[in-house]
């Protein structure tokens, strides 16, 4: 693309040529669709509208130094999108269907995927929602498979640079035994809150601690949090968690330099023995945490200015695999051609 200036590109919505659409109606997944429209047509009374019937992934294609297009771990989105969708009740896209479809958007708006000095990337974002009416609650009978688009900028303009970000106390992602162990949209809507005052306060985010006891460390953002101390990776096990395929690659590549790695409930408290700290997820990678501000205890974990070398060098690493620049050992990365 000529004209897209691939290094300021925010991470926002701009629009490609084609989406990809699948329709499951009467028991069965029906054939992928292609098409150029950016709306969707739904039964006013579908159940995604009125009961949050909807799940959704997010994953992104990198273009190589070779030209080539790469996409990390897309079998783990889909069967991710299988659990999220099937504990919401819903019917799924079958893991081949997923990764074709995936694979078809990306080919269809090949001249949107950015290219490899840039940092940009093509971000995918396959959804599925319950497009069958109900007026009760209850589980749709038909449901839409969509996959979209959209390139967007590197996460980090300004550099790997630490963020600051701030406990929340006074509302909750998810509940105990909830949804937040499933990438649905109303845990995005309950997030919200956090989100806003911690950014109205100058933070970057917001860190959500466990429903129950407002002691165990959840998640940081839409993102997995991790600790650092001792050559030890620590990252919080919990049912209200999103299972991270960033923060799973990073425990493989941990353990691949030699490190331990600890996933257990981690209190508060465990922060101020932490030597760095960070949030994980497909869309910066690692965003490194310089300082967590507790306004319950009026306290602040200072990780200093400088992202830490574990953090660094992990951060690397995943990129370089992603990117093709250096072999691709666990089998991680599928091409697209
Ligand atoms: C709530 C939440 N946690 C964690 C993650 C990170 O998951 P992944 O590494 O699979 O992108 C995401 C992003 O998908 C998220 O939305």
Redo the contacts with the bound molecule.
């Keep these: 693309m000529e004209n897209i200036d691939w290094k300021n590109l925010p991470f926002g919505y701009l629009k490609t040529d084609y989406n990809i659409r699948c329709y499951y109606q009467d028991g069965k997944w029906g054939e992928l669709e292609v098409s150029s429209s950016e709306y969707v047509s739904l039964h006013i009374a579908a159940t995604t509208l009125h009961y949050g019937q909807e799940v959704f992934e997010?994953l992104k294609a990198y273009r190589g130094k070779d030209g080539k297009i790469r996409l990390f771990r897309c079998r783990e989105n889909a069967q991710r999108m299988v659990d999220s969708g099937s504990y919401l009740q819903m019917a799924t896209p079958p893991i081949e269907l997923f990764v074709e479809a995936v694979k078809k958007v990306v080919k269809l708006n090949e001249r949107f995927v950015p290219p490899y000095e840039s940092g940009a990337t093509l971000y995918l974002r396959p959804l599925l929602v319950g497009s069958g009416p109900e007026v009760g609650v209850k589980p749709s009978k038909d449901y839409l498979f969509m996959v979209f688009a959209t390139p967007v900028g590197p996460y980090f303009k300004m550099g790997f640079k630490p963020v600051d970000v701030m406990i929340t106390y006074d509302s909750d992602r998810a509940a105990p035994l909830g949804t937040g162990h499933v990438?649905c949209g109303g845990?995005y809507a309950a997030s919200l809150p956090a989100a806003v005052e911690a950014h109205r306060l100058g933070y970057a985010t917001s860190l959500y601690l466990d429903a129950k006891e407002k002691k165990y460390i959840d998640?940081c953002g839409?993102?997995?949090f991790f600790g650092i101390k001792n050559n030890t990776y620590i990252t919080p096990e919990s049912h209200s968690i999103?299972p991270?395929?960033?923060?799973r690659s990073l425990i493989t590549l941990a353990e691949g330099l030699g490190m331990k790695v600890e996933r257990r409930p981690v209190e508060v408290s465990e922060l101020e023995t932490f030597e760095e700290a960070g949030a994980?997820?497909?869309a910066a990678v690692i965003s490194p945490i310089g300082k967590i501000f507790d306004p319950q205890l009026n306290k602040v974990y200072d990780y200093g200015c400088e992202v830490g070398p574990v953090s660094t060098k992990l951060y690397t690493l995943l990129r370089a695999i992603q990117y093709g620049d250096v072999p691709d050992t666990h089998q991680w990365v599928e091409l697209v051609d």
């Excluded at 991270?244 to 923060?247: A, G, L, R």
């Design positions: 997010g990438k845990n998640e839409p993102a997995n999103l991270s395929i960033t923060n994980c997820g497909t």
